[in-house]
């Protein structure tokens, strides 16, 4: 007696390949926010925050006035529609220069040799980088597969 069974295996890759088209499509756009804003809230809690207002100008050029807290409200998180592609999406956080010109001085620091004022870096993005790039990375991971979840349950 012979029992033969057969599988036939190109409908299940053809419904796979389905999915995981799907999965990706949905979940890549959220998953990249979700890591984005992880990271933009550990950003946030690291931004140095002056007391008081201050005055900012390169090599003598126009004074600006500055309130405090300044370069925390000039953070942002956005899209990358550039670098981004159907597979890939890129969120930026960082600061915007045009509301906070200064803000790569305070994470570099400044050494000026005519004068001006040293101070020195305070490098909070490579901090935040260090401390919340793990948890960005795991939420980032985590949204991908609830949407892959909800992909193979048909939602």
Request: hydrophobic residues 40%.
């Amino acid at each position: 007696m012979k029992t033969e069974i057969r599988f036939d295996t190109d409908e299940l890759a053809k419904e796979l390949e389905k999915a995981g088209d799907e999965i990706v499509k949905r979940a890549a756009p959220t998953a990249a926010l979700y890591g984005a804003n992880v990271f933009y809230q550990a950003l946030k809690a690291e931004v140095p925050r002056s007391i008081k207002g201050h005055w900012f100008s390169v090599r003598g050029s126009k004074k600006y006035w500055f309130e405090p807290g300044n370069l925390l409200k000039a953070m942002y998180v956005g899209y990358d529609k550039k670098a981004s592609k159907d597979t890939l999406k890129v969120y930026k956080v960082g600061w915007v220069h045009k509301n906070a010109p200064y803000g790569y001085m305070v994470a570099r620091g400044t050494k000026l040799e005519t004068g001006g004022v040293n101070t020195p870096a305070n490098p909070f993005m490579r901090r935040t980088y260090q401390k919340a790039s793990a948890e960005a990375v795991q939420a980032s991971a985590d949204r991908f597969m609830e949407v892959a979840k909800e992909v193979l349950d048909g939602r």
